[in-house]
């Protein structure tokens, strides 16, 4: 079975987030859930953006997630949720030994990391059309250029207007969405 690491999305490491974790490691697969936010969630996007800045931002954020891979085997599928999907998507591309990527409800152009998606390492993104930012602030044309341009690089688009779709515990949580999308990620986890 296959080693996952989930990065959870700016609101913290929700019910929902575990839910989604316990989905795949229901199926035999490993997965760790490294928690930023050590415990705490927040009620909203903007309250966690909030507390993001005040540990520190991108880099404090940064540091965190090497550190919480750097006792795991180099062979690991990186999964992230939004915001969790910058710390999938840059180790990923730079940490040798991926097995793959699934990113959810965010993308960010391969280049932003300084190199192009890695051949060979198989690339999940997910996300709704008319969410504001996935869909609406450039990831979803991102996304497809990068689908086009790699046969890597695997995108589904749900049809819809939500961010978060996949956390359970939030109103925004699609239940069909979701569960398309753990039996797509459970496909991959199988073929790596």
């Known amino acids: 079975m296959t080693e996952v690491v989930l990065f959870h999305h700016v609101q913290g490491l929700t019910p929902g987030v575990h839910a989604l974790a316990d989905a795949l490691r229901g199926a035999g697969h490993t997965v760790?859930?490294?928690?930023?936010?050590?415990?705490?969630?927040?009620?909203?996007?903007?309250?966690?953006?909030?507390?993001?800045?005040?540990?520190?931002?991108g880099p404090a954020r940064d540091a965190w997630a090497d550190a919480a891979v750097a006792d795991l085997p180099d062979e690991v599928v990186y999964a992230g949720i939004s915001l969790g999907v910058m710390s999938a998507q840059r180790l990923a591309q730079t940490r040798p030994g991926a097995l793959g990527a699934v990113l959810l409800e965010a993308f960010v152009p391969p280049e932003a990391f300084d190199t192009p998606w890695p051949a060979g390492i198989p690339l999940q993104v997910h996300g709704m059309e008319r969410d504001p930012f996935f869909g609406l602030?450039?990831?979803?044309?991102?996304?497809?250029?990068?689908?086009t341009a790699s046969g890597d690089i695997e995108l589904f688009v749900y049809p819809g207007e939500v961010h978060l779709f996949t956390d359970s515990s939030l109103p925004t949580f699609d239940e069909g969405a979701t569960a398309q999308v753990v039996d797509r990620v459970l496909g991959l986890l199988g073929r790596v």
């Not at 760790?32 to 993001?52: C, Q």
């Not at 602030?137 to 689908?147: C, K, M, N, V």
């Open 32 to 57: 760790h859930t490294p928690d930023f936010f050590d415990g705490a969630t927040y009620a909203s996007i903007e309250e966690g953006f909030a507390a993001v800045q005040a540990k520190g931002g």
């Open 137 to 147: 602030e450039g990831d979803l044309d991102a996304a497809r250029e990068a689908a």
